[in-house]
């Protein structure tokens, strides 16, 4: 096989698009892939400050090197998990990245900043670690956008993540994640808009895309996702995806274009939401669930704290 | 453990309903899933005379048996497909229960009556001999159904066929099938009334039930079936199922309680169907599929045969 494009030798092979690029345009291809998705989706434009919510894994890496290629305005946001050696690994990958192209990196730790962290909040609150740790990470994605302007926060989710997740909500008709299954979902009261703009390109092409770039990221799977159901969904449409190459794409992007209306709720009347009373978050009660997290998670730690203030 | 119903010694565990019987209580809850199917989507009553496709394998055996068992007035049809050695074992299959039970069984042989078989209808037309198959059953059970005056036909297909169906739509999103996935299709213009009353059993639970009951099935899958696709979603419908027990049940019936109802068609106008000027069976042309297949697939012998009766 020979490059789609200039018929030289290829350094990779892609069966769900019949193709194979040498490595100019593969890593042209990559970046023609994530522009179309901005445009098609309508994500956002070159005059909006974009925030990159950054793991240090490869999606995150090459999303950010990407947007600063195709001549965007966007910064790096990494927090500090508290997962051992992963989580340090992870953000010294940030911290490197950064430093080469130039680019800001905000980081936030969560043990710093508000005394716990994913292994103890799992462990405290009971719930599993990747439901913690997504909770953290939205919360303090959304709240660090809005505080510092940012008009939108991009995350790395490839098409492999977005169609595991389908693929879960579909195998158990959750209708109304359905709805929400969107790569682009509008800013609304306390929430800032949010983009994946790497909903055309799977997981192979971001690390053959970091390797021809000389991008370092973290390669392990986070030691705490284990078991995970996300990872099992994973790995039953790769199994689909080696017989039937486009299967991913085929099943992602037919729901948009043909199932993802249907599931639309019927008003579309907003939940009155209130502002936490501890951070001024959006929260269904009074305190939102990322401070529920944190009181429950570092409640021995944040008494003393508190009544310490209050002499 | 010990069975559900008795506390006695079990034969078979079924994780997806976190239960388990003993011989007597399997039987009889294998009764009672079929009577709740058949009662839930209302799909015949005890005066309706009901056609059986049955095809010598388990699932049509086991329903054949469990309708008579529960009193309805059930006569069978299987055809002679001409798939060799497989398709002459699965006709004596369901000759012996026939005789055993003293029930009505019909047959039609493709070749005698029409001159061709599945695998030269697959060859002759190109298709693949599943699709030439399943155009021939349906053709024939439901020619048969209207002209021997039953109520309804009713196939054994179980929750393991229903959800690797749907699987296979759903990763594609078909929507023009997904509105057709349903347990029960009412009779229309030129079509019977069809019915699958073993949803809610699956491949698993129906072997026990022939085993138990002593009724000898064709074990082999049909030797033309390979690499399709319906097989290899069962496969990863396992898999999942394997994991998670109950996802099977909870994909399939989860889509009938909250997804189905959003691919129904807009408008309900029905397609103008005319009669085959052959057979007088529904027609999207002049000639219907089955007609336009036999023509293809024996066209040397049926030839000579129309010029002979036109003079």
């Not at 042209?28 to 793991?55: E, H, P, Y």
Request: aromatic residues 8%; charged residues 30%; hydrophobic residues 40%.
């Amino acid at each position: 096989m020979r490059c789609r494009v200039c018929k030289g030798p290829i350094v990779i092979e892609l069966r769900q698009h019949n193709a194979a690029f040498c490595e100019e345009h593969f890593l042209r291809f990559c970046r023609d892939q994530t522009a179309r998705s901005i445009k098609k989706f309508d994500m956002f434009g070159t005059d909006d400050r974009i925030l990159v919510a950054v793991s240090g894994g490869k999606d995150s890496l090459a999303l950010w090197d990407i947007l600063l290629d195709l001549g965007y305005t966007a910064d790096g946001l990494v927090l500090g998990l508290g997962i051992g050696e992963y989580s340090e690994s992870s953000t010294e990958f940030a911290r490197t990245f950064a430093r080469d192209r130039d680019a800001t990196l905000h980081e936030i730790n969560l043990q710093e900043s508000y005394r716990f962290d994913v292994p103890t909040a799992a462990r405290e609150t009971g719930r599993v670690p990747c439901s913690a740790c997504g909770l953290s990470k939205r919360h303090l994605f959304d709240k660090t956008a809005l505080e510092l302007g940012y008009d939108v926060v991009v995350t790395g989710h490839n098409l492999d993540d977005e169609a595991a997740v389908l693929f879960g909500n579909t195998i158990r008709w959750k209708d109304d994640y359905l709805a929400r299954q969107a790569p682009v979902l509008p800013a609304r009261a306390g929430f800032p808009r949010k983009a994946k703009p790497l909903v055309r390109l799977g997981e192979r092409e971001m690390a053959a895309y970091c390797l021809l770039r000389g991008i370092d990221y973290i390669v392990e799977e986070c030691p705490m996702a284990e078991g995970n159901k996300h990872l099992e969904y994973k790995a039953l449409l790769n199994e689909l995806e080696r017989t039937s190459p486009g299967a991913k794409m085929q099943f992602y992007f037919g729901f948009l274009d043909r199932a993802a209306r249907h599931f639309e709720p019927e008003d579309a009347v907003e939940h009155l939401i209130s502002a936490c009373v501890r951070c001024g978050s959006p929260a269904n009660g009074e305190v939102c669930s990322f401070c529920r997290l944190a009181e429950r998670a570092a409640p021995v730690v944040l008494l003393p704290t508190r009544s310490g203030r209050d002499s």
